[in-house]
């Protein structure tokens, strides 16, 4: 299988290096997509220093509207276009520990999707005082009800996909802009019929850097979902 890492990045300059060595510590062949919304903190520049150490990285710059779900879509569609099999998608801030990654390819191809699920047996959070958690509960429980899914993690942000289903998917349609991109992916490829498992992981709180979450945004996204379960039709081709 040929797996495409993604990363969407911006503002990651403390962690985006220690993440590349990491990737490229595990023994598959990978290549790994960065889509970056013009960081002004030097991101760019430390990805670019990688790339001469590094003959798989591929840098995107996105210029214009930022947004985590329009960086989403750019990663997205070059996957499809890719000669890769396999998506791989993950924060760029340390919370996602690549060691997790071959376990997710174990299950292919049995499976379609898997899922690094912090909400079921053995999954975990470490790092997250009470008031994240509870946020983070309740935004879980409110789109797992919006969009009827019987996924226990559907905020989770840490994933693989095979290219036949999201293959499946308009993403020219797609309406997120920000971490919303994550629910409608995953209602896309729900509604596509997909196969898919939950894998237990380790979430870590960010160390360094600033997150990039905040209860406005939690509350447009909450807002987003229940525009992504009205427009739940024009998600398929």
């Known amino acids: 299988m040929k797996v495409l890492i993604f990363l969407p990045t911006y503002n990651e300059r403390a962690n985006i290096g220690k993440l590349i060595d990491k990737l490229n510590g595990l023994n598959f062949q990978k290549e790994i ?3 970056d ?3 002004p903190d030097g991101t760019i520049e430390i990805i670019k220093e990688k790339a001469k ?3 798989n990285i ?3 710059i996105r210029t214009g509207q930022k947004g985590r779900g329009l960086a989403g879509i750019v990663g997205l569609k070059y996957f499809i276009q890719s000669k890769n099999d396999i998506l791989v998608e993950m924060d760029a801030d340390l919370s996602h520990d690549p060691k997790f990654i071959p376990i997710f390819l174990k299950y292919f191809p049995k499976f379609d999707v898997i899922i690094g699920s912090r909400f079921i047996q ?3 959070e470490k790092g997250r005082n ?3 958690r509870l946020i983070s509960f309740l935004a879980n429980l409110f789109i797992k009800i919006i969009l009827g899914l019987k996924i226990k993690d559907c905020t989770s ?3 693989a996909f095979k290219k036949e289903v ?3 998917l308009n993403f020219d349609r797609f309406i997120s802009i920000n971490p919303e991109i994550v629910e409608e992916l995953l209602y896309g490829c729900v509604l596509a019929k997909s196969k898919t498992i939950e894998v237990p992981i380790i979430y870590y709180e960010r160390k360094e850097g600033t997150s990039k979450l905040n209860i406005k945004k939690i509350i447009f996204v909450l807002f987003a979902v229940i525009k992504i379960r009205l427009r739940s039709k024009t998600i398929l081709k």
Do not use: E, T
Request: glycine fraction near 8%; charged fraction near 30%.
């Open 53 to 55: 150490q590094y003959d």
């Open 37 to 39: 919304d013009n960081s």
């Open 122 to 124: 053995q999954g975990q």
């Open 58 to 60: 591929k840098l995107i």
């Open 130 to 132: 009470k008031l994240r």
């Open 166 to 168: 999201l293959a499946k």
């Open 33 to 35: 997509l960065i889509v």
């Open 157 to 159: 942000g840490f994933r």
